[in-house]
């Protein structure tokens, strides 16, 4: 009989629906998605599910008054339903902070179901009080799982010690878009993009240097690190760069604050089409993600398919994975806005960026969702514990 397997998802993205419907139509595994919400609140995107089979959980969501970041903590009690009607024989679980993905825990330890889960935490990231807590609330449902698909290395260190399991079997398993689909959609709209035709409006033209960032304008993306190291840059080189940010946020008044006139800085806001998104980042000369936290970061997988040399800070859990530096891009010293506008001035004047851009073109092809598909069917699939 066919290995039917659960997946308990956060919600619906761009970078994990591909691996969904890839692996649904790769394999002879019966495969269903649980989502624990259609969408949170800064994270909104149109996407195409096409033949997945999936299912909308109904439940709560809670998120802390103060805090800047979309992500918020999920109840879904109905999730116990859906298992018990779908009666799989492996289940994924897509972190370890949602009660929902605790009740899948504990059912799946009641019904001998080996199950798996998904981090994309490390070390660097995770202070004292929060490891406690982790250790007090988290640890049986960690010790009892059989496997992990950590997002990255970094991600993979940490979960081993907060499991206090050092022969854990581990998949990587990095979040990523469909690098297929983009290419498409590359080639597609080449004129347009050749063009800049979704820039034109904010007076980019063709012969302009583009500085990118694509993500939300709040202080663990650094955005204002990378507006500071560009208004360091020399005038000769500013007078024909533009930097430009995709994507909204509680810094985007200081942003505009910090702006004189003449200067070539553009906040757009959030593009909820992704294919524009990507239009608009293939127009661009250079990508710069300055994040002082991010687990992964799919939008360096999606900046490097589109052919951008990535600056990024060593923050970046895809940084580690995916930058060679000099080669496709660069690592600098999380918060060194020196050493930024340095790399800045460097890869504009004397980089050669068709050379950078083939390279980064080339790694954003091994880390595709057809790669993490297939650390999700190797997981899923070993049978030393079935």
């Not at 089979?53 to 998120?63: C, I, T």
């Not at 506008?341 to 390279?359: G, H, P, R, V, Y």
Request: aromatic fraction near 10%.
């Amino acid at each position: 009989m066919a290995l039917k397997v659960l997946y308990i998802d956060d919600i619906p993205t761009p970078y994990r629906v591909a691996v969904h419907q890839y692996f649904s139509v790769t394999g002879d595994e019966i495969y269903r998605v649980l989502f624990c919400a259609k969408e949170e609140p800064g994270r909104k995107w149109s996407i195409d599910f096409g033949n997945l089979d999936y299912v909308v959980l109904s439940g709560l969501q809670f998120r802390p008054t103060k805090q800047l970041s979309p992500f918020s903590f999920k109840f879904n009690p109905h999730v116990l339903d859906e298992l018990r009607k779908f009666s799989p024989d492996c289940v994924v679980l897509s972190g370890y902070a949602h009660p929902t993905m605790w009740l899948a825990a504990l059912w799946c330890r009641y019904k001998s179901i080996p199950y798996g889960l998904i981090c994309e935490t490390s070390e660097s990231n995770a202070n004292f009080v929060k490891k406690i807590i982790k250790k007090l609330i988290i640890g049986a449902m960690l010790k009892s799982m059989s496997f992990a698909l950590p997002v990255s290395h970094q991600a993979g260190v940490f979960l081993r010690k907060l499991s206090c399991k050092p022969k854990l079997p581990m998949y990587l398993f990095p979040n990523t878009p469909d690098t297929k689909k983009i290419q498409m959609e590359i080639k597609r709209a080449d004129m347009a993009i050749a063009n800049r035709e979704d820039l034109a409006a904010i007076g980019i033209i063709k012969s302009d240097k583009i500085v990118l960032f694509v993500g939300r304008l709040i202080d663990a993306k650094r955005p204002l690190d990378l507006l500071n190291a560009y208004l360091k840059l020399q005038n000769k080189i500013r007078q024909n760069c533009h930097l430009v940010f995709v994507g909204d946020g509680p810094l985007a008044g200081q942003i505009t604050a910090k702006l004189k006139k003449g200067d070539l800085v553009h906040i757009l806001g959030w593009v909820s089409d992704y294919a524009k998104l990507i239009r608009i980042m293939a127009s661009a000369d250079i990508f710069v993600l300055p994040s002082s936290y991010e687990p992964w970061g799919t939008v360096v997988n999606e900046a490097m398919i589109c052919g951008l040399p990535v600056v990024a800070s060593g923050s970046v859990g895809a940084a580690s994975e995916m930058i060679e530096n000099g080669k496709n891009g660069y690592i600098y010293p999380t918060a060194d806005i020196s050493y930024l506008a340095l790399l800045l001035e460097e890869i504009l004047q004397k980089t050669d960026l068709a050379k950078l851009s083939l390279a980064a073109q080339n790694t954003a092809k091994k880390y595709n969702h057809e790669f993490a598909t297939e650390s999700l069917r190797k997981a899923v699939t070993n049978k030393a514990y079935k």
